[in-house]
């Protein structure tokens, strides 16, 4: 399974970004998918996951009202799109992947993901 980040960038606070990931070798509509950043000194935290029928999500209350995270199953792709972004949000974004056995379930820990990306840097400019 293979999962290919897309998006990052630098943006100045109060601006957005949309996230992409492309997933490849796996039924998609068979696997959880997650978001998680790490800024630099710090452990890497959850920042969004969706059901594999994308009818939950979860946010962590950090960048809940700020981030919404959705799935395409046509195109294979998980996003995160990012608005009023602040200097605090800068991190390394990296997607994961897991196969879930109910469609309607989320999970937020990352011990729970087996394939990841390489991630992407965002960069949030005061």
């Known amino acids: 399974v293979k999962l290919v980040e897309s998006g990052g960038g630098l943006v100045q606070a109060g601006g957005s970004l949309r996230l992409s990931c492309v997933v490849s070798?796996?039924?998609?509509?068979?696997?959880?998918m997650g978001w998680f950043r790490q800024a630099p000194g710090k452990g890497r935290e959850s920042a969004g996951a969706?059901?594999?029928?994308?009818?939950?999500?979860d946010c962590p209350d950090s960048v809940k009202g700020r981030f919404t995270i959705a799935r395409d199953v046509a195109k294979n792709t998980v996003y995160l799109q990012m608005n009023n972004l602040k200097p605090e949000d800068t991190a390394v974004y990296s997607c994961?992947?897991?196969?879930?056995?109910?469609?309607?379930?989320?999970?937020?820990?990352?011990?729970?993901?087996?394939?990841w990306g390489q991630g992407t840097q965002v960069t949030v400019s005061s």
């Open positions: 994961a992947a897991k196969s879930a056995a109910y469609t309607d379930d989320t999970f937020s820990s990352l011990d729970s993901y087996t394939y």
């Open positions: 070798g796996a039924s998609f509509s068979r696997l959880a």
């Open positions: 969706i059901s594999r029928n994308g009818a939950n999500t």
